[in-house]
């Protein structure tokens, strides 16, 4: 072994040491660790469980190792299989984006056509699908329904249990990735009462969506192709941000060999709550509160004072400098505002962030604006309700999804997800019969 590279832990209950080695990913400074197992070599006694690692929340725990995402939340670096978020964001589109990500190289040309045309064969739904989700009440969560008609999508191709076959597991990710804006679409247009949509095959993949969400009577939708490009780039800003809350999710169901699409249901689901999908409505509802720009520096002492909670869109559990998906988001909103008119509510945002990057509170805190600051201000633009918004997370993050949950199928040290808790209950007891309780 060599000895620079490992832990000696001495445990001071029994003076024994204890040689750990230490293992490494792509970067010798990210990411080193240990394997938790040889922990359990460490014990008081032979009858002795051996010790756990202990962490809520799993904020110091690797639970597998990947290829597909790198992320410093340090640097304010993000990179899909080793490309830039910055470079793909300019010059890539979102299926080309979804392609690198699940087979790890950028496509050829024809790799990519044929990927699209696969993609665009693949977006209608069968009818029943059409039926279910007219069951649902007028004012039903489009999440809600996504999660549901997500899941029926197992019933409807039973053969995407054949999960170690590569040919149907393409099968089924093809599906996957071009049917969930046409369901994101229909739950949208349940929610108005308004007829579905067909897909329009000649369209791009967003503006087909553009298409199911917003044609009226017109023979032929012509997507605007800024507001067309702008949904495409957050597609790419959010198709994948390594093991995030509903990533963990996907892997952890499809560890138990469940369908692809029973194991998206439940990440779509993990996205749902507010802690993961929903930050984008919030800093909406903090601007409106603030109203103006003369308010701000008010509304900051008030933050920082604790009687306003947290700044919305503000900070992150990784990323300890700008999330560089802020700063395209920040970018592009004044492309999306030139053309469907100026949102009085960008310049208070651009005030708040101006004003907390200067503040000591914030910078002490490493506390930088993250990709909902300005995503939800451009979701409202584009003329989405507050509803949509996860959706539309759900849409992109479906790539991320599928490729995360791939590599962990096919990964030699796979095994189902079982973490161990530390039991902290009561000891053994005797049962009470009722009568003497
Ligand atoms: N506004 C004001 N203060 C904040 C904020 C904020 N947005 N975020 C963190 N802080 C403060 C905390 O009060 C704490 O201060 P203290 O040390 O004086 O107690 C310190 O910064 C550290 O905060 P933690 O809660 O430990 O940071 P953590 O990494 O656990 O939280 C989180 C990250 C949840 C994102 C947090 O920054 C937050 O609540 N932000 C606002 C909500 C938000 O924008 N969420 C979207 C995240 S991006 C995404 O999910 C796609």
Redesign the pocket.
């Known amino acids: 072994m060599n000895h620079k590279h490992s832990l000696t832990i001495t445990d001071n209950r029994t003076g024994k040491s204890y040689e750990i080695p230490i293992q490494y990913g792509t970067y010798p400074n990210y990411g080193a660790s240990i394997n938790a197992l040889e922990l359990r070599n460490i014990k008081t006694s032979e009858q002795d469980f051996g010790l756990l690692s202990y962490d809520p929340g799993f904020t110091n725990t690797a639970s597998c190792s990947s290829r597909v995402t790198f992320l410093d939340g340090e640097k304010g670096i993000l990179r899909y299989r080793g490309y830039p978020i910055e470079q793909l964001a300019e010059k890539s589109t979102y299926l080309e984006t979804a392609y690198l990500i699940l087979n790890g190289e950028l496509p050829d040309q024809e790799q990519l056509k044929c990927w699209e045309l696969g993609i665009i064969e693949h977006t209608f739904v069968h009818e029943n699908i059409k039926k279910s989700i007219d069951r649902f009440q007028h004012n039903a969560h489009p999440m809600g329904i996504l999660v549901s008609t997500v899941g029926a999508l197992s019933t409807f191709y039973p053969d995407a249990k054949n999960i170690h076959d590569q040919e149907c597991r393409n099968k089924q990710i093809w599906r996957l990735i071009a049917k969930m804006p046409t369901l994101a679409a229909f739950a949208y247009r349940h929610s108005l009462g308004l007829p579905y949509i067909y897909p329009d095959q000649e369209l791009s993949y967003v503006g087909n969506f553009m298409n199911m969400l917003w044609k009226k009577s017109e023979l032929k939708y012509q997507p605007d192709p800024v507001l067309e490009r702008a949904i495409d780039v957050l597609f790419i800003l959010h198709a994948d941000h390594e093991q995030n809350c509903s990533t963990s999710i996907m892997r952890g169901v499809g560890s138990s060999y469940s369908d692809p699409f029973s194991a998206a249901s439940s990440a779509i689901a993990a996205l749902y709550g507010p802690l993961?999908g929903g930050?984008n409505e919030a800093v909406l509802h903090m601007l409106a509160k603030i109203g103006s720009v003369d308010r701000v520096p008010e509304f900051i002492k008030s933050?920082k004072s604790g009687k306003e909670g947290?700044?919305?869109?503000?900070?992150?559990?990784v990323y300890k400098h700008y999330d560089p998906r802020a700063q395209i988001c920040k970018k592009m909103a004044k492309d999306v505002f030139a053309v469907t008119g100026l949102n009085p509510q960008l310049d208070i945002a651009l005030e708040l962030e101006r004003i907390a990057l200067q503040d000591d509170y914030f910078v002490s805190?490493h506390?930088y604006p993250?990709?909902?600051f300005y995503s939800g201000l451009i979701y409202q633009a584009l003329g989405f309700p507050l509803g949509m918004f996860p959706v539309l997370f759900a849409i992109a993050r479906t790539t991320g999804w599928l490729a995360q949950w791939q590599e962990f199928l096919l990964d030699p040290e796979h095994k189902i997800e079982r973490p161990r808790q530390i039991y902290c209950g009561t000891e053994e007891r005797g049962y009470i019969p009722l009568d003497k309780r």
Do not use: E, P, Q, T
């Open positions: 993961h930050a933050i947290r700044l919305m869109g503000f900070g992150h559990r805190r506390l993250n990709v909902d």
